[in-house]
């Protein structure tokens, strides 16, 4: 009985440092978001509650609000659809080759295992409108597309990059 104690002692002073930085970190700030987005405030006066004008107001009256969440919804869609679509494709593919298998695999499994800030990096030269692709296609004399630029290529591009990374 007395081990039981000492272990659950010791599994009490192993998470509590963990379990003070989650309080610190993400819940006191997630309860002070979800209080300020039911007050009047703006950061000058003290908040005063007004329940769930906001929301309201938002979902309502805002038309800004209704396409940023049919271009939400549209992204969701198309990204878990064409993730889905590759990964089975992909899957299906990799079980049936013989030969260079493990090679198609670390090939495959290789963005998983690059940071997301050097990937973000390297899609950025890529799409980069004087280096990456535009620079190859300059020195066939191609004026490439501004990839990032142009707003339909904006919304569709991100969309096929994060379908291929992840």
């Known amino acids: 009985m007395n081990k039981l104690l000492r272990d659950k002692k010791a599994i009490c002073i192993f998470v509590l440092p963990a379990l003070i930085i989650f309080t610190l970190v993400l819940f006191i700030p997630i309860c002070q978001s979800i209080y300020f987005s039911l007050c009047d405030y703006d950061a000058l006066s003290a908040p005063k ?3 769930f004008d906001n929301y309201v107001k938002i979902f309502t009256k805002d038309d800004v609000m209704k396409i940023a969440i049919k271009n939400s919804l549209f992204f969701m869609i198309y990204s878990v659809v064409t993730q889905l679509v590759l990964g089975l494709i992909l899957a299906g593919l990799l079980t049936n080759i013989k030969k260079g298998r493990n090679l198609f695999k670390n ?7 690059l940071s997301s800030a050097a990937l973000g990096l390297l899609w950025m ?5 004087k280096l990456g692709i535009n620079q190859v296609l300059a020195q066939w004399g191609i004026e490439g597309p501004l990839w990032l630029g142009d707003l339909r290529g904006f919304i569709v591009l991100p969309m096929k990059v994060i379908a291929f990374v992840a």
Do not use: K, Q, R
């Open 125 to 129: 030269f890529i799409f980069s409108t």
């Open 107 to 113: 090939i495959i499994y290789l963005p998983c295992v």
């Open 49 to 51: 509650f007004i329940g």
